[in-house]
């Protein structure tokens, strides 16, 4: 089992930035991926970046590379989603998604989902 909590969202103003960070507990954390997605009110819930286990390798949503970064502490057991230059179109819940049995890209491919953070970008 493996739990994940969502922490870092809130308010910005266009071009601002935020972190947000997902804590992990349960399994060994880092030998399985992790994924940030988000959902837009009316929308469905979109995938947006991803980190491999083991030697990480990193994925993003073509609508977000160059702004956002994901990372991951091993340590800590934390993964982080940097966002910069946010846009008004950014705003949604994001959450955060463990242990992929498929596709990085996919929803349906994770097994473990966070209760979601709210990132709201003012224009």
């Known amino acids: 089992q493996v739990q994940l909590v969502e922490s870092g969202g809130g308010l910005v103003q266009a071009g601002g930035s935020l972190r947000l960070s997902c804590a992990a507990s349960?399994?060994?954390?880092?030998?399985?991926?992790m994924a940030w997605f988000r959902q837009a009110p009316g929308k469905e819930r979109e995938f947006v970046a991803a980190?491999?286990?083991?030697?990480?390798?990193?994925f993003y949503a073509d609508s977000v590379k160059g702004r956002f970064s994901i990372s991951s502490d091993k340590a800590k057991k934390v993964v982080y989603l940097q966002m910069n230059s946010l846009k008004p179109e950014d705003t949604a819940v994001y959450y955060c998604?463990?242990?992929?049995?498929?596709?990085?890209?996919?929803?349906?491919?994770?097994?473990?989902w966070g209760q979601g953070t709210q990132v709201t970008v003012s224009s």
């Open positions: 998604a463990g242990d992929p049995t498929g596709s990085y890209y996919l929803r349906s491919s994770y097994n473990y």
């Open positions: 349960g399994r060994t954390f880092g030998s399985y991926a």
């Open positions: 980190v491999s286990g083991g030697a990480p390798v990193t």
